[in-house]
């Protein structure tokens, strides 16, 4: 009779490595689109961060720039150097815009200031669907790597089992390694989906913020455009 391995030796020939060398074709597949998962979360992050980072810049910049014209001229001036850059300023160009070519057709009659706003909505509109780009993603990974996780476990299990019962031998070494082994598959999983849950969440609360910037442009905009001098 074979004497078992001690503890020591067989916890060195188990761990990570080990399950993915002994799991079949569905654990690798699962494994490998946890990692797609993960870096397709990651990427998403990344890019979303430096994007904000210079987005915000710009906008103080066109902010700051903006409190200091005092009339129509100056404030043509200020968004057009800035709608390259910042957002907002892009925002306020196309309300702008549309103001300048509907002013002189419509004069000062309740239809400009309409005109006005229906198109500030509508670039708002443009704005919120860019903001949002991505968080379908991240949304998606958060949701689902846990599943995919427990989905390999599962099937890791499962397979240890069967190998426990081939081999007759139904002690608790046996079994605790498999099928500690699969449980890696979980860990995988949370990893992947935690990072996208936080990035999501936080995504979400810059942009309401920055919506609320847009919104808040747009009362400006419209109070400038009414008050205005002809230009």
């Not at 390259?84 to 892009?90: V, Y």
């Not at 995504?203 to 905009?221: P, S, T």
Request: some cysteine.
């Amino acid at each position: 009779m074979t004497a078992p391995l001690p503890l020591s030796q067989t916890t060195n020939e188990l761990g990570f490595v080990h399950f993915l060398t002994q799991t079949d074709a569905v654990g690798l597949a699962l494994f490998s689109t946890l990692v797609v998962m993960s870096v397709l979360s990651w990427a998403v992050i990344v890019g979303r961060t430096r994007r904000a980072a210079l987005a915000t810049r710009c906008n103080r910049a066109f902010l700051a720039d903006l409190d200091a014209a005092r009339d129509g001229q100056s404030l043509d001036r200020t968004v057009e150097a800035h709608a390259g850059r910042a957002p907002l300023a892009r925002f306020a160009h196309a309300g702008l815009a549309v103001h300048a070519r509907l002013a002189p057709v419509l004069g000062a009659s309740e239809l400009a200031p309409a005109q006005l706003q229906q198109s500030l909505q509508q670039k708002l509109d443009e704005e919120a669907a860019r903001l949002e780009s991505g968080q379908t993603v991240l949304a998606s990974i958060a949701s689902s790597a846990p599943f995919v996780g427990l989905f390999g476990t599962v099937w890791g299990i499962y397979h240890a089992l069967l190998e426990v019962a081939a081999s007759g031998q139904s002690s608790l070494d046996r079994v605790a390694g498999p099928i500690g082994e699969a449980l890696i598959m979980t860990a995988c999983g949370l990893a992947v989906a935690i990072p996208a849950a936080l990035a999501h969440n936080a995504f979400q609360r810059q942009i309401r913020l920055h919506l609320a910037q847009f919104e808040k442009l747009a009362d400006e905009l419209l109070l400038r455009a009414l008050t205005a001098e002809p230009r």
